[in-house]
């Protein structure tokens, strides 16, 4: 059963500083995985989509990175800014075109 | 892409009563999905809608109690039935879109039951 862990769970940085979020999964056989970004009370925003086939995406000042056969993606964020203070959820699609998810690193960003 | 919205965006309702979550995207997908986030949680899938069929649901959900309809491509309903304040959470609709598989989120519904 595919299990998807995200680290750490909760991350406060000063503004500017670049940073990396982890997240690892058990199964290798994934057919994507998605970053998340989620305002509280809100829904859910797609940052980057990372096919299995695909070693890294890039927008803007984030990137994210898929080594499959070790189970593991992060999410680089570059020069932070008080407006990414945010949850980032991480998930994997099954061969089922579920998505298992994370449970979230929460950020802050501190001005 | 695609754009999912998703009525109505909050409520606030009486135990024992049901409610009904529309969801519109602005594209014919293949799949849509239902989710419910309790608070501080992450994302739970509740069920699949499927076009033309009855919903595929995950384990501890149940259709008397979550009925979903799907009566075309662009458009699903989820109903919470027989309210408990249990069910107070933030319900989403999702949509796989494109050749890549995408996944896109409505905004949500956040309910309260008192």
């Known amino acids: 059963k595919q299990e998807v862990t995200q680290i750490p769970a909760a991350l406060s940085v000063p503004e500017g500083e670049n940073l990396v979020l982890n997240c690892s999964f058990t199964?290798?056989?994934?057919?994507?995985l998605q970053w998340f970004r989620q305002d509280p009370g809100k829904g859910l925003t797609s940052l980057l989509l990372i096919q299995s086939s695909q070693r890294e995406q890039t927008s803007g000042r984030l990137n994210a990175s898929l080594d499959k056969s070790s189970g593991r993606s992060t999410l680089y964020i570059a020069a932070s800014q008080p407006g990414d203070s945010a949850t980032y959820l991480c998930a994997v699609m099954d061969s089922n075109y579920q998505l298992i998810w994370g449970a979230g690193t929460k950020l802050i960003i501190k001005p | 892409s695609a754009v999912i919205s998703q009525k109505p965006s909050r409520d606030i309702c009486q135990r024992g009563t049901s409610l009904t979550i529309q969801c519109q995207v602005d594209?014919?997908?293949?799949?849509m999905f239902w989710y419910r986030q309790q608070p501080g949680q992450s994302l739970t899938l509740i069920a699949t809608a499927n076009q033309g069929s009855e919903a595929t649901y995950e384990s501890g959900f149940v259709i008397d109690k979550f009925p979903i309809s799907r009566p075309n491509l662009t458009f699903s309903t989820l109903t919470v039935s027989n309210m408990s304040p249990e069910d107070s959470s933030i319900y989403l609709c999702?949509?796989?879109?494109?050749?890549?598989?995408?996944?896109?989120f409505g905004p949500g519904t956040r309910l309260t039951v008192t």
């Open positions: 999702s949509a796989l879109a494109g050749l890549s598989y995408e996944q896109y």
């Open positions: 199964d290798s056989a994934i057919y994507n």
């Open positions: 594209s014919q997908v293949t799949m």
